[in-house]
């Protein structure tokens, strides 16, 4: 195969696109991963959120980036085949998962079948989240639950991803829209083989990493210990309500389990008020245009549709996109409680299934002050976030209901 002129003179005559995305990249990092040379490196901003990194002396204008990035490559919007609700038949599952259990069904039935699972999973005493594999029971814990703090997928996650794929292994992958984007974008082809299924989750948006680290500093530093584990959604006050929890370790070795519910936390509240989110998450590049085999997320509103089924420890919507994921979700039916749905039904309780957020009005100055090196405390008495859009629609949905 004959070069090119840029190849050979090893030079690109331009700089990629991505590099002038600004606040539109979404940082999943698939064009650092694709890059043949590793002339892009993701790496964080002032606020936190990953971004890629440019070394023109290695670039050759390939425009494989480019090609791979989900904001410049968008897809079309995608009509489900098939929309569910459903929950799992186990209260261990239900108990242990953030809605009805079926990511946690769904990979368990992969690990089962020799596969890989991809999920997020916190990282050192959970300052951090980032995608990792599992490939037996006991590490898919780590990948269980919700956790709402951008996860950073590696380069070389990408890369093994592709190996499994090669080698004809099984690959589970879950994620947010964008992650999922970027992952199909990187595998190409390999991307619609009978190995590889994916599962977007239905995404309010992404809140600033530099803020999670601030703030598990400062519950670590309230306990005067690591914090060893989140539950983000704690059914132990119900699913509509949930709590956050924080789990510390002692000096006498017990666990110390601190929280209350999510109205009560200041961190979530600074998420559901779309103050933390990443600037993409205000214009998605991929809601409902990702890829995905499978959308799942919680039914919420749920209980006025089908009062006849306890929804009490929650239920997922599930939207099967392709003839694959409808397969996967066909497999795994005997362990769940399942019923008929429509995207009408599913988009009612949530808009964020198919339209970006709104910024909060102080959104700018609330993430100047963190780029700044705001502290918590400054952070929390300066925007409290007391009574949050999203607080005052669930009080209204209770009352709606009777709850």
């Known amino acids: 195969m004959r070069m090119t002129q840029q190849e050979q003179s090893g030079r690109a005559d331009r700089a990629p696109e991505i590099i002038s995305l600004g606040d539109s990249c979404c940082g999943c990092g698939a064009c650092s991963a694709k890059c043949p040379k590793g002339c892009l490196s993701m790496t964080p901003d002032e606020a936190g959120f990953l971004r890629p990194s440019f070394n023109s002396d290695l670039c050759i204008g390939c425009g494989a980036c480019d090609s791979t990035c989900p904001v410049l490559s968008r897809n079309p919007v995608v009509e489900p085949v098939e929309v ?14 953030s809605s009805g259990g079926l990511f946690g069904v769904l990979a368990d039935a992969a690990i089962k079948s020799d596969g890989v699972v991809v999920g997020a999973s916190f990282q050192e005493h959970c300052h951090t989240v980032r995608h ?17 703090v951008q996860s950073e997928i590696p380069a070389s996650l990408y890369r093994e991803v592709k190996e499994y794929l090669l080698a004809k292994r099984l690959v589970f992958f879950t994620g947010t829209a964008c992650q999922v984007s970027g992952m199909r974008n990187y595998l190409g082809k390999l991307a619609d083989s009978a190995f590889f299924i994916s599962a977007d989750v239905i995404c309010h948006g992404a809140p600033s990493p530099l803020l999670w680290r601030k703030w598990i500093e400062f519950q670590s530093s309230a306990q005067n210990s690591e914090i060893d584990d989140v539950n983000f959604r704690s059914k132990t006050t119900g699913w509509s309500s949930y709590s956050v929890l924080y789990y510390a370790r002692t000096e006498k070795d017990d666990c110390r389990v601190t929280g209350g519910r999510y109205g009560d936390d200041w961190y979530m509240r600074a998420f559901l ?16 245009s990702c ?3 499978l959308t799942l997320g919680d039914f919420w509103g749920f209980p006025s549709i089908h009062p006849e089924v306890d929804s009490s420890m ?47 009005p102080q959104r700018c100055k609330f993430m100047r002050a963190l780029a700044k090196g705001a502290s918590i405390k400054e952070l929390s008495s300066r925007w409290s976030f007391t009574d949050t859009f999203f607080i005052r629609l669930r009080r209204k949905l209770k009352r709606m209901l009777g709850n």
Do not use: M
């Open 84 to 97: 569910s609700w459903a929950k799992s038949l186990s209260s261990d599952v239900l108990q242990q998962s």
């Open 132 to 148: 990792e594999c599992a490939t037996d029971l006991e590490d898919l814990k780590r990948l269980q639950r919700s956790k709402y």
């Open 273 to 288: 008020d779309n103050a933390s989110l990443r600037s993409s998450c205000f214009d998605c590049p991929a809601k409902r």
């Open 291 to 293: 890829g995905s085999d």
């Open 314 to 360: 929650g239920v997922s919507a599930v939207l099967c996109n392709t003839d694959k994921g409808k397969k996967w979700f066909e497999r795994i039916s005997p362990k769940l409680e399942i019923g008929p749905s429509s995207y009408d039904e599913v988009i009612g309780g949530n808009p964020a299934l198919a339209a970006s957020v709104a910024p909060h």
